[in-house]
């Protein structure tokens, strides 16, 4: 499984962005995760690719929205309401087994979001 994501960029607080991530191969499920400057990666959101279901993290609960196109094998990371802190780069990563907040098999390149105050 190859994954592409892109959409980052730089926006103000309490505007928004929307990532996307191209796979190339199928998988159980999929996730965002995220790592801020000197800080650990970060679980954010995941998604089945069967039925659609969805987990968030605490921290992006109500802002962030992750959805999939099947048809197109692109998962996508709607953010709303951004504040600075969500400054971090981004990547997106594929489970072949099972849904999780973490073990994920397959990663990304990520994709830069910068939210300014």
């Known amino acids: 499984v190859q994954l592409q994501a892109s959409g980052g960029g730089l926006v103000q607080a309490g505007g928004y962005l929307r990532l996307s991530c191209d796979a190339s191969?199928?998988?159980?499920?999929m996730g965002w995760f995220r790592q801020a400057p000197g800080k650990e990666r970060e679980f954010a959101a995941a998604?089945?690719?069967?039925?659609?279901?969805?987990y968030y993290s605490d921290t992006v609960k109500g802002r962030f929205t992750i959805s999939r196109d099947n048809a197109k094998n692109t998962v996508y990371l709607q953010m709303n309401s951004l504040k600075p802190e969500d400054t971090a780069v981004y990547y997106c990563?594929?489970?072949?087994?099972?849904?999780?907040?973490?073990?994920?098999?397959?990663w990304g390149h990520g994709t830069l979001v910068t939210v300014s105050s």
């Open positions: 990563a594929a489970r072949v087994f099972g849904i999780s907040k973490n073990d994920y098999d397959y």
């Open positions: 191969g199928r998988s159980y499920a």
């Open positions: 998604i089945r690719w069967s039925g659609g279901s969805t």
